[in-house]
C-alpha cells in the first residue's frame, strides 16, 4: 500500500481568533479523497454563539450577518465527524486546525483524535530550499487555482492540489521518506 492510498481528508477552517479554548469555528471545509478520487465535500459556515471580531471579517470576507442563521457546530458535527472517519486529517499547521476542531467536537462530547499530516512540514521536507512555506508561498511557487484565499474550502483544494503535485514530481519512496518523518498521531 503506497503512502497515500489510505483516504485522505484535506481540512481548512476559519476561526474568531488564535485560541481553540476562547475562539470558535466559524467555517469548515473537508475535501476526503480515496484512492486518488474526491469521495466527499462538506463546506459550511458555522454560527460560533459570539460577535465575529473585525479583523476576522477584514481577512476572510465573512461577517457576522453571514453567520446570523447558519448553523451551530452541534448541527454539523456528527457530518462533519463522519466525512472524517479513518481518514488521515491533512491540513496546512495541522495542529490549529486539529485544536480547534477537538475543542468544538469535545463541546459536543465527541472524541476527535485522528492521525495527522501537516503540509507546511511535508514543504519543508519536499523543498528545503525554499524559506517560506506559507500557504500563499505555495500558491505562487505552484500556481495554484483558488477563487477566494482565507476561506476554507479554497484553502483545503489548494492542499488537495499540492499533494498531487508532489506526487508527479517525487518518486513514491522520497514521498515515504518525507511524509514518515512528519506524519502526527492524534494528540
Known sequence: MGIFDEPLVFV??????????????????????EKGEVTQTFNKLIDPGTELPFFITNLT???SNDLQHAPS????????HAIMHEALFV???????????????????????????CTVRLSRALYPEHKSHKLANLIERHGFAYQARHRAYDDAHILWQFLQQVQAEFTPEVLRVAVSKQLKPSC
Open 73 to 80: 457546530f452541534a448541527d454539523i458535527a456528527d457530518e462533519l
Open 61 to 63: 470576507g465573512i461577517t
Open 91 to 117: 491540513a496546512h499547521n495541522v495542529r490549529f486546525d486539529h485544536s480547534f476542531l477537538k475543542e468544538e467536537f469535545g463541546r459536543v462530547g465527541t472524541l476527535f483524535e485522528p492521525r495527522m499530516m
Open 12 to 33: 481548512d477552517i476559519e476561526t474568531t481568533g488564535l485560541s481553540p479554548i476562547q475562539g470558535r469555528v466559524v467555517e469548515v471545509a473537508a475535501i476526503r479523497v
